[in-house]
């Protein structure tokens, strides 16, 4: 999974679409996982990065980790094509 190509972000948080026009804010943790989504990074590498750079523990995260991500596909920003295995 990863944030659409065409999705611009700002340092400061702030993410516009330019398909549909549409702008959102997002806080630093955000920031943070939207960068590790660019990365393509997994979400097991995500976690292990969120965890330790801020004062979170580990179910808290999780929670607002799935939270979050269901947001950005509510609002059609990631490329979530699933990958199968043979």
């Known amino acids: 999974m ?5 999705v611009a972000v700002s340092e ?3 993410l516009f679409n330019p398909v549909t026009g549409e702008s959102y804010s997002v806080n630093p943790i955000g920031v943070e996982i939207i960068n590790l989504l ?3 990074k997994s979400p097991e590498d995500i976690s292990k990065f969120i965890l330790g750079k801020f004062a979170t523990d580990k179910a808290t995260f999780e929670k ?6 269901g947001i950005l596909e509510h609002h059609n920003l990631l490329d979530s094509h699933e990958e199968t295995k043979a």
Do not use: P, T
């Not at 990863?2 to 065409?6: A, E, F, H, P, V």
């Open 64 to 69: 607002d980790y799935h939270d979050f991500i």
């Open 12 to 14: 400061a948080g702030l």
């Open 2 to 6: 990863k944030l659409r190509k065409n």
């Open 38 to 40: 660019r990365e393509e």
